[in-house]
């Protein structure tokens, strides 16, 4: 007879040991910790990061291989200070709600969504988002049944008894997004009410004593500890016997060799269905992410801004997003298809060349290329692809399971218009696509005139946890308000996207998704059409030639909001 080995894991050595410690004596003085000073926490660590943000997007333009004059740049402010001060403004308005015994939600737009759900708006959620975003607008949806007084009674988690603790916990930094590390401690302490370690991927290790600085206040109270390290590092820690509970963004494979070991390890623990790691255990894990585009009367104007649209959710970040989109799922009958796919290619080769930063990025386009001979290059820079053709009825097509974390885009076509081709398409997304992250859908405006209450039956119909109209689902992540996380359901014997939400500055419960909208048109192109959206081309999209300056002048306004900034930064935007 044979028997199966105990598992074994790293040691976690005294520097370890003595840092757990640490966090668990910060965890004490937490539960002693008023709301007013959890308050006051918040505004340090914003002002923190208010001050080192030039250096911190100057690094993580080192750390992408980006020329400081590059209007690429924009996408390290948007996605790094300028996400994390606008998280930490947003739970401050929270927690002094809470403070005064007010009700959470008191003035905020709560509406019916379809299946018995609730929709609580999250944007715009003042006056300087509607000046700011107009046009774009963002709910989070509820799980069905929960009513609005259970929804009120709920409202600020860990908050709502800030002296009951939830031990330490263990945050597993992402690599890609640098705003992601700082967000997900934050949601372990002021969500979960656990003081945290956060491992930091080795790709952002440049950036530890920025991080170091922007949450100084909360590590002097032995709040939050920041380590390096290689995988083994974070094995030790997470099944550390002080440590509760984990929290990670990354890859499935990662997550499951956390869960459930390496190896004959792994196997021999998923046949019991006992997981290795003996304690909560949170993650992000990305996914395909599709964009479906519903056929309407589009102009040569609106082709090629949406086909720019497209290009900025695959090539944001070199395509090595969680939430890039990946599989295009166009109507075989719609008579503008050809002319839309070309725009596609055309702005695949005009959007700004840029390295292929992240560790293996080549690789696995090479990879994904080598599955599709038939694969297209449209220029740009090498590893920009397009598959063409493919068949979402092929259950082998590996470009339906296989996040490429790179600049891949694939397209598939289905028959149909209208309600049908919507249909079609969101059950391919439900049962074709690996993950449940974010969808994106694009549609002309009459198109959603016509479908009417369809739209909405649609959304609550598509299992994912973010989806985006006329919008791109990363507006969803940088919306502080708004729920981040996989749609609910997941397990850890099948996790795909992940289990659980991070960011949702309202400390709501009892969430399902976010819905965000946008507008179909930029200002001014959106006015001439009767429409009343006055936002410019976003500064996120690949295209924007003054992104960089947009973005800085986005974070120092976040930092600190005042109307003499608006001209300046509203010139800026428009010149974009």
């Known amino acids: 007879m044979t028997t199966t080995p105990a598992t074994r894991h790293p040691d ?16 004490r003085g937490w539960a002693r910790t ?10 340090a660590v914003c002002a923190a990061a208010g001050d080192i943000a030039d250096r911190w997007v100057a690094t993580a333009a080192r750390i992408k291989q980006l020329d400081d004059s590059s209007p690429l740049v924009g996408e390290e402010w948007l996605s790094g200070p300028y996400a994390l001060i606008t998280y930490c403004q947003a739970l401050q308005a929270t927690l002094r709600r809470l403070e005064t015994g007010a009700d959470v939600l008191a003035g905020t737009r709560i509406t ?31 799980t069905p049944g929960i009513t609005e007084p259970q929804l009120r009674a709920a409202a600020g988690l860990g908050q709502r008894t800030p002296g009951q603790t939830g031990g330490v916990a263990l945050v597993l930094g992402a690599g890609n997004i640098f705003s992601i590390p700082p967000l997900d401690v934050l949601y372990q302490l002021y969500a979960a009410n656990r003081t945290a370690v956060l491992k930091l991927n080795p790709t952002s290790d440049p950036l530890a004593d920025i991080y170091r600085t922007v949450f100084k206040p909360l590590a002097d109270r032995d709040l939050v500890e920041i380590v390096t390290g290689g995988p083994e590092t974070g094995q030790a820690l997470a099944h550390h016997r002080s440590i509760r509970a984990v929290h990670m963004t990354g ?4 997550h499951d060799a956390i869960v459930w070991g390496t190896g004959h390890q792994a196997i021999a623990a998923k046949s019991t269905g006992k997981p290795t790691l003996d ?15 519903l056929p309407g009367p589009w102009t040569a104007a609106d ?27 166009l109507s075989s009958d719609w008579d503008q298809r050809d002319a839309f796919l070309t725009a596609v290619r055309q702005a695949l080769k005009a959007a700004p ?11 696995r386009v090479n990879a994904a290329c080598t599955l599709h001979p038939t694969a297209e290059k449209p220029g740009g820079t090498p590893e920009r692809t397009l598959f063409a053709g493919l068949d979402l009825t092929d259950p082998n097509e590996t470009a339906f399971t296989t996040e490429y974390f790179g600049p891949v885009l694939g397209v598939a076509e ?31 405006p009459k198109t959603l005139q016509e479908l009417g209450d369809r739209l909405r039956a649609a959304i609550a119909d598509l299992h994912y946890g973010t989806i985006a109209i006329n919008a791109w689902t990363g507006v969803g992540y940088a919306t502080p308000r708004a729920t981040w996380g996989a749609f609910p359901g997941h397990t850890l014997n099948d996790v795909q996207s992940g289990i659980g939400i991070v960011h949702n500055a309202l400390l709501l419960d009892h969430t399902e998704r976010t819905v965000v909208t946008g507008p179909f048109r930029p200002a001014p192109r959106s006015l001439m059409h009767g429409t009343t959206s006055i936002s410019p081309k976003p500064p996120w999209f690949v295209g924007n030639t003054t992104a960089a300056r947009t973005g800085q002048l986005l974070t120092r306004f976040a930092a600190q909001p005042r109307w003499r900034a608006l001209p300046a930064l509203i010139t800026c935007a428009l010149r974009g």
Not at 34 to 43: A, G, K, Q, Y
Not at 113 to 142: C, I, M, N, S
Not at 251 to 254: C, F, L, P
């Open 279 to 293: 304690k909560p255990m949170t993650s992000e894990l990305g996914g395909v992410s599709p964009i479906i585009v």
């Open 251 to 254: 890859s499935e494979a990662t």
């Open 353 to 363: 060349a840029r390295p292929a930063w992240y560790p293996g990025c080549t690789a």
């Open 414 to 444: 289905l028959p149909g218009t209208g309600t049908a081709f919507l249909d079609a398409a969101v059950t391919a997304a439900n049962r074709r696509l690996r993950g449940t992250l974010g969808a994106n859908l694009i549609a002309h």
């Open 12 to 27: 976690p050595g005294p520097g370890l040991d003595a840092l757990v410690t640490r966090l668990t004596r910060g965890e």
């Open 112 to 142: 019916a969504a379809p299946g018995g759900r609730l929709a609580v708006q999250v944007l715009p959620h003042d006056r300087y988002d509607k000046l700011l975003l107009g046009g774009f607008h963002a709910e989070v949806w509820t």
């Open 34 to 43: 008023t709301i007013s000073e959890r308050c006051d926490l918040l505004r």
């Open 303 to 329: 082709l090629r801004y949406q086909a720019e649209h497209i290009a900025t959710m695959r090539l944001h970040n070199s395509g090595c997003n969680c939430i890039a989109g990946q599989i295009l799922i």
